[in-house]
Nanobody, 123 residues
Framework: QVQVVESGGGLVQSGNSLRLSCAASGFTSDYYAIGWFRQAPGKERERVSC????????FYADSVKGRFTVSRDSAKNVVYLQMNSLKPEDTAIYYC????????????????WGQGTQVTVSS
């Protein structure tokens, strides 16, 4: 059974940085992807970033390009989302999700989700 646990949220001032972690377990191969999503109050869930574990290919939403970086530590089965130059509009609950991708980039949907971690950026 796949389990996903994210951590690292908190309160930061605008312009500062924060790193989120996502630990995924239960996969029997590296043919899976980890996606980062966020949802702010009153807004729809937004796909922020994604990484394919097998080949390291990544995706970023336009709203975070150049500020956020997703990376993986395969030895630890952990994926990180480094968030720099944070803005108040980045405030949201951030979710990590995982699913098989058969080595084909980021899937359209993810089957396994973490509980979410709050990121609050003050101005």
């Amino acid at each position: 059974q796949v389990q996903v646990v994210e951590s690292g949220g908190g309160l930061v001032q605008s312009g500062n940085s924060l790193r989120l972690s996502c630990a995924a377990s239960g996969f029997t191969s590296d043919y899976y992807a980890i996606g980062w999503f966020r949802q702010a109050p009153g807004k729809e869930r937004e796909r922020v970033s994604c990484i394919s574990i097998s080949d390291g290919s990544t995706f970023y939403a336009d709203s975070v390009k150049g500020r956020f970086t997703v990376s993986r530590d395969s030895a630890k089965n952990v994926v990180y989302l480094q968030m720099n130059s944070l803005k108040p509009e980045d405030t949201a609950i951030y979710y990590c999700a995982a699913d098989k991708n058969y080595g084909l980039g980021c899937p359209a949907d993810f089957a396994s989700w973490g509980q979410g971690t709050q990121v609050t950026v003050s101005s």
